[in-house]
C-alpha cells in the first residue's frame, strides 16, 4: 500500500469521526516514511494537523496556511521556541487564565513540557514542583536549572538560600521545611498526584496529602499531573479544580506482541525469548522485571547468555564500579554486557549514570528495572518487555501496567513503541481515582484553618489529639510544634504514644544522650529502643539497620569497599546496603529527630541529639557531598576533590548551594586538571557540570 492509499485510510477513520484510529495510523505511518528517509507529501501535513499533531508537521513542505499554524503553536519553553501539540496547547491556555487544572494524560503527553512554557510566559514568582522521587527531582532539576537559572534560585536541599524568584523542586517530604519560609505560590505542581491515593502508594498518601492541604492554602494557582486516570471521584482537595482526562490523545504508538502466549508459562521458553529480543542488540530495551528477586533471574539469564561487549563507556563504568563498591558486583557484570539495573535503593548517583548511559548510543543497550522505572525518571525506549506482570508481591494493576508500557516510544525518536508482554498483562479496565482523607495527619491540622475540609468527627480527633499533647508538652510548645511543623511522622497517634512513654517513664530514656557520643557502640541501646518503640515500615532487621548505621559512620574516613566488607560479616550485602542507607537517612533520621525534639521538652531540655541526627540524614557525608549525589556527583569523586585541597566540603557552615557556586566558578577544565581521575570520574564529572550550567542565552 502506497502513501496515498494510507492517506485515504486514514481520512477514512476522520470521516468516521475515530480520531484516535486516524492518529495511530498517521503516526505508524510516520515511522515507515522516516525509516524511507521520504519526504512528506503535502496531504500529509494536512493529517498531521487535522489530527493535532503539529510538532510532526514538515514546515519545508508545508503550504502558508500550515507554516501559519505550526507557527501559532510556537510557545517560549525557556530555552528556546517549541510547537505544541494541540492538547498541550488546550491545557497551556487553560494555566495561563489562571485556571486550576488536574490532567490525566498519557505518558509521552509531554505534561511537563507545559511547565516550562509557562514559567517563561508569565514569569511567576514562586512555583512549586512536588515530584515523587528523588531521582524525578534530579531529572527536573536538570531541566529547569539549564533553562531558568538565570532568572530563578532553583532549590532542592533544604540548607539553599532563596532568592527573590524561587522555584522549588522536591519530593513531598521535604516541604515542610520551607513551609515558614514561603509566602505565596504563584503555581503549585504535583507531579503524580495519584499518588495521593493510598491504593497506589499507602506509605506515603498521608504526607504527599498533608504537604498539598499545606500549601494549597499559600498557592494562587495549581496544576496536579497524572498518567492514566479515566475519572477523579469528588473529594476536598481537587474538587475546585478542572479534570481533563486527555488519555485518548497520543503522541506515538504502541504495538503489542503478546509472546507470553506462545511461552506458556515456561521459564526456560520465556527466557529464550527474552534473550531472542535483546541479543541483536539493535534498539533499547526496557525490561521490567516487578521484583528484585527476578531482576536477580533476569541478570543471571543474560550473563549466561550475553557477550560482553567491548565499548569504551561500559568498560571504565564496569570497572569504576568494581574499583569503588564490590569487586565481585552482579551489575558490573550486567554493565560489561550493556545491561544496567535501575532500581529505588541504590545510591542517586548510580541510578542517573545508568539512565544517561542508556540513552547514550554507544552506552547501555538494556536496563533492568522495578517499578522505579515508572516513578523516578522519564526515559523511554523502543522496546519495553514486561519480564513479569508484578509489583513487589503483588499482582501488577492495570494502572501501573499502563505506565510501564507507556515508557514505549517517544516524540521524533521512535514513532513506534514494541511492547513484549513475556507474561499475561493485567486485565484492561479504566482507573478511577479516589482520594481518602487520612486519619493519621489529623493531629498535624488545625481545627479552624482546615475546618472546611474535616467531618464533625475529624475535627473532635484534632481537639482531643491538641488536648492530650498539651497536657503532656504544654500549649505553647504544641503550637510551635504544629506552627513549625517540626515533627516528621505523619501518625499523630504515634507521636501522642511517644509522647506518653516520655512522660510516664523517663528513667527509661536514660542515655538518649549517648547518641551524641563519637564511639557507635554506646548508640546500640538507644537505636535498639527506638527502633522497638516504632515496630513498623523498616524492612530489614533491627540488628542490620544498627550495624549498617555503625558502620556507616566511618563513610567520609574510609572507602566504600571497606565498609562493604565490614557489612559483610553481618550477613549484609552491597543491595542490602543501599536499602539500609536509605532506611537509615530518611526514616531512622526523622524518628530519632522527632523523640530529640520531645525528648528536650518532656524529659530534659539541655539534651539535643540535633548533631547525631544531621550526621546519620546524610549518611555520615559533609552535608553538601551527600546533597551533591542527588545531583549526579558520586562521594568518591567528592572525597578526590577534597583531597587535591581543590575543595573543602567539611567547612563550617558550607553547604549546597555553596559548592555549586564553587563549582561554577572552578570550572570543569580546572577540575579535570587538578584532581587526579580515572577515565570514568572525568565523564561523570561532565554529566555533573553539565547539570549545573545553564543554557546559553540568544
Known sequence: MDVFDICQEINDHLNRRDEV???????????????????????????????????YME???ASWEQRYVHAAFEVDVGDGRATLHREQSLVLGKLTRGTNLAVSAPTSFGKSFIIDAFIALNSPDTVVIIVPTI???????????????????????????????????????????????????????????????????KERAPSLIKAIIKLSKKSVQRYYLAPNIKKLTS?????????????????????????????DRDENRKADKLIELIKPRTAKSLIYAGTYTDINRVAKIVKQNMDVVDRPHTNHFSKWLRENYVRDWTLADLVERGTGVHNGSMHRCLSQIQIRLFEHGHGLDNIVSTSSIIE??????????????KIGSSKLKNFSYKNIIGRGGRMFKHFVGNIYLLDEPPKDEDTQLEIEFPEQILGDLDEEQDGDKLTPEQL????????????IIGEDEFARLRRDNVLHDSDSDFLLHLATDMYNHPEEWNGFAFLNSDSPHHWERMLYKLLNFKSTGWESRYSHIVAATKAMSENWRWHLSRILDQLEDDGIGIDDFFKLERTITYKLSALISDANELYKIIINPEVDVARFIGSVSRAFLPGPVYSLEEYGLPRMISKKIQQSKLMDFTRPDFGLNDAIKQFQEIGLDRVLKVVPLTAFDRYVLRFFYDGITPTEQH
Open 21 to 55: 484510529a486516524a492518529r495511530n495510523r498517521l503516526i505508524k505511518l510516520l515511522r515507515d516514511m522516516k525509516e524511507r528517509d521520504e519526504t512528506y507529501p503535502a496531504v500529509l501535513n494536512h493529517l498531521i494537523r487535522t489530527t493535532g499533531l503539529y510538532p
Open 59 to 61: 514546515v519545508e513542505a
Open 135 to 201: 531521582a524525578l527531582m534530579d531529572e527536573t532539576r536538570r531541566r529547569i536549572f539549564k533553562k531558568f537559572s538565570r532568572q530563578y534560585s532553583i532549590i532542592t536541599a533544604p540548607d539553599t538560600e532563596l532568592g527573590e524568584r524561587n522555584i522549588f523542586i522536591f519530593p513531598q517530604e521535604r516541604v515542610f521545611g520551607y513551609l515558614t519560609k514561603i509566602e505565596k505560590i504563584d503555581l503549585l505542581v504535583v507531579d503524580e498526584f495519584y499518588k495521593a491515593s493510598k491504593v497506589h502508594d
Open 235 to 263: 473529594n476536598v482537595f481537587t474538587d475546585d479544580m478542572e479534570f481533563l482526562e486527555l488519555l485518548d490523545f497520543n503522541t506515538v504508538f504502541l504495538e503489542k506482541h503478546e509472546l507470553y502466549r506462545e511461552i
Open 376 to 389: 523516578g525518571v522519564n526515559t523511554s525506549a523502543q522496546n519495553v518487555i514486561i519480564w513479569r506482570s
Open 460 to 471: 473532635d480527633h484534632i481537639i482531643e489529639y491538641r488536648r492530650s499533647m498539651s497536657n
